[in-house]
């Protein structure tokens, strides 16, 4: 019986009542409206947008400009302990920081790192605020996040057997860089590993001692650089 | 010849039937109608998010290529801590010819 209606319904060819008729159009038209909407939406999403991949290229010159800096920066603390030759005892000594780097290097990170390892009291972590810019104004202003911290995991270090086994610990540096604002905005990482190396040179040698050097030299290996706003959670390597 | 003059005939005949007819179409029929026209805005909204990605892709592509072919002009870029003071650094600044600039160490 049930089988004869439905098969009946099936091959029936009356219409339906303009109510039904005028419902059924609505819901077509809605489905129809949300689904264009939707594609064009996503069209959108994609479509080329000539500020985001300015900021993009801007981001990216800043971040890779930070890096080479960083990269070819060698620090060198150099230690001189004067050594009086009638009885062989210290006789006080000089501390010097040099930087072979003129620029980035030699002006900021020379002054960091020192406060870091001779202030007792500045910590594991430092973080500083820099902007990157061009004298024209051409490009948009980068801001780079970056910050410093002690790598105590006892790894990297050198021991200063001349000093009372003085450690000093390398230090990692992380940047976090971003362009521009909003749905345009561009956010890049990056990760420089450090290292620190020591020697010690004696000026003479047993009564004729007069001085022994010691230097340490804190250098960076660069990671590669994320694109993204949070490296550690997610991001495209670029 | 005799039997292709019949075909057509009735063929006419049932198309002119079906034009004068004001029966409507089984539920059957119109569900596939349905489904058909269905999946042809799914397919026409696919087709507009692809061709969008594939310009996407054309244009970045179209950047790459036009920045390898640049020659680059020297140009100073600041790093700044807080105001006033700052390192400066040279660096070789290029110019796409649609207009997008970037720039690399010297």
């Known amino acids: 019986m049930a089988g004869r209606k439905i098969r009946k319904k099936l091959n029936s060819t009356h219409g339906t009542s303009i109510f039904f008729g005028i419902l059924f159009f609505m819901i077509a038209s809605i489905l129809s409206i949300v689904m264009l909407n939707g594609a064009v939406t996503a069209a959108k999403r994609v479509q080329s947008d000539k500020q985001a991949e300015q900021n993009y290229l801007t981001c990216s010159s800043a971040a ?17 302990q004067t050594w009086r030759e009638y009885d062989q005892t210290p006789n006080g000594d000089t501390i010097e ?42 490009l948009q ?9 002690k790598d105590s995991s006892g790894e990297n270090k050198f021991v200063d057997s001349e000093d009372r086994n003085r450690t000093y610990y390398s230090y990692d540096i992380s940047i976090n860089l971003s362009a521009g604002e909003g749905v345009d905005s561009c956010k890049m990482n990056v990760k420089l590993n450090g290292t620190v190396e020591g020697n010690t040179k004696r000026n003479g040698s047993g009564t004729s001692l007069t001085a022994v050097v010691t230097e340490v030299k804190y250098t960076w290996k660069a990671e590669r650089i994320i694109f993204g706003a949070d490296p550690d959670i997610k991001g495209v390597v670029q | 010849m005799r039997k292709k003059t019949i075909v057509s005939r009735i063929m006419s005949n049932s198309a002119a039937t079906k034009l004068r007819s004001n029966s409507g179409e089984s539920i059957v029929e119109t569900l596939v109608t349905m489904i058909i026209l269905s999946l042809a805005v799914v397919m026409l909204s696919g087709a507009v998010v692809t061709s969008a990605r594939v310009n996407q892709r054309a ?6 290529f036009i920045s390898s072919q640049n020659q680059p002009v020297s140009h100073m870029i600041s790093i700044l801590k807080g105001t006033g003071e700052g390192a400066n650094l040279n660096v070789n600044l290029y110019q796409t010819e649609n207009g997008y600039i970037y720039y690399e160490s010297q």
């Open chain 1, 64 to 80: 890779k400009l930070l890096r080479n800096e960083i990269e070819k920066t060698a620090i060198i603390r150099k230690r001189t």
């Open chain 1, 97 to 138: 920081w040099n930087s072979d780097s003129q620029t980035f290097g030699g002006i900021y990170l020379k002054d960091w790192i020192q406060n870091m390892t001779e202030d007792v009291t500045a910590g594991d972590t430092m973080t500083q605020t820099l902007q990157v810019c061009d004298s024209d104004g051409q």
């Open chain 2, 59 to 64: 244009e970045n592509a179209d950047t790459a």
């Open chain 1, 141 to 149: 202003n980068v801001t780079a996040d970056l910050k410093i911290t």
